[in-house]
Structures are given as C-alpha cells and as structure tokens.
C-alpha cells in the first residue's frame, strides 16, 4: 500500500487549498484515512479522520468549521478542503490510511507529506 499527498502550497490568510491523498493497491472501503500535520519545531498533531465509507467525520477543534475532509472510494482518494487558513496552519500536512478490516486491521500507511504555508 503506497499513500501520496498533493496539494499542498503557498496560501494567503484566509485562502483555500486542497490537499488530496491517493492510496495505491488497496480497496480504499477497507481503511479509515486520516490527515495530520507537523509544524516547525512541533510535535506530529491529528487533524482530522474520517471512516472507512465516509460516515463519520471527526476533526481537531483548532480545524473545526474550516476544514472538510472526505473520500472518494472510487478513485481511491481523500481530500482535506481547508478554507479560512491561518498562518499557524503551516505545517507539512501526511495522510494515513488505516486497516479497517481484517487482515489489515489497524495497520498504518503514512504519505511523505506535503508542505502548507500559510502567509501574507
């Protein structure tokens, strides 16, 4: 399983980006996916994690009313709209995709990142 973040770029406060994830060579109805973010000198935080056929969306609530993620089994892809950005949004943002279902269950596939700056 090979998971690939995109998206990710140069935003003004207040601006919108759209990160996508795509996750290779697995049934995307087997895992949750899950966004996290790593800023400057911080530790890894989550974000935002949504289950395995969209039903249920939880969300960090510095990203509550902002951010929206979603997915779309058959393209085998996530994404994370993230709207009214802030600079203390700037992070390197990974997605993880996560076993839902047995023989997977509860193994965890990370992206690399991709790098979100938040700046005027």
């Known amino acids: 399983v090979q998971v690939k973040e995109a998206g990710g770029g140069l935003a003004q406060p207040g601006g919108s980006l759209r990160l996508s994830c795509v996750a290779s060579e697995f049934t995307p109805s087997y895992y949750d996916m899950s966004w996290y973010r790593q800023a400057p000198g911080k530790e890894r935080e989550w974000v935002a994690t949504i289950g395995r056929f969209g039903e249920t969306k939880r969300y960090a609530e510095s990203v509550k009313g902002r951010f929206t993620i979603s997915k779309e089994n058959a393209k085998k892809s996530g994404y994370l709209q993230m709207n009214n950005l802030k600079p203390e949004d700037t992070a390197v943002y990974y997605c993880?995709?996560?076993?839902?279902?047995?023989?997977?269950?509860?193994?965890?596939?990370w992206g690399n990142g991709t790098l979100v700056t938040v700046s005027a």
């Open positions: 993880k995709a996560t076993g839902a279902v047995p023989p997977t269950f509860g193994k965890e596939y």
